[in-house]
C-alpha cells in the first residue's frame, strides 16, 4: 500500500522553509514595501510572506513595522526580489523607531496632501471635477 502513498521514499526533510530560504522585497501597487520569507506561490503570483516587515523609508532613515504572516494578491505586485544579506547590512540608512518613522512619513506627506488640495480646489473653481480615487 505504500506505493500509493506519493510523498513515499520522498526526503521528509523538505519544508517550505528549506524550498524558499530567501528573503524577499516585494513592492506593492499602494507603495508600501514588505520584506519576508516566500512560503508559498500559486499560478496567480499570489504570495504568502511569513515574518515579514513593513518597511517605512524617509530620506536615509527607516522603520520596520512587524507585520507576520502577509498573504499577497499577484496583482498588487510591482516588484518583488531577493535581498542580498550582505549588501543590507552595508546600507547608510538609519533604522529608527516606528513612531518615529511614521511621524516623518507624515511631515513628508503633508505638502504633497496640502498641493494636491489646492491643485483640486482651483479646477473645481474652473468648473472641473477631480475623481479623487484617480489621483
Known sequence: MDNLNPLAGTDHSLTPCNI?????MVLLRDGRTLIGFLRSVDQFANLVLHR???R????NEYGD???GVFIIR???VVLLGEIDREKESKLPLKEISVDDILDAQRREQEPRQE????????????G???NEDFC
Open 115 to 126: 498641493k494636491h488640495r489646492l491643485i483640486s480646489k482651483a479646477l473645481k473653481e474652473r
Open 128 to 130: 472641473l471635477g477631480v
Open 65 to 67: 513595522i512587524p507585520r
Open 52 to 54: 515579514t516587515i513593513e
Open 56 to 59: 517605512i523609508h524617509v530620506g
Open 20 to 24: 524558499f530560504p530567501e528573503k524577499l
Open 74 to 76: 499577484g496583482e498588487n
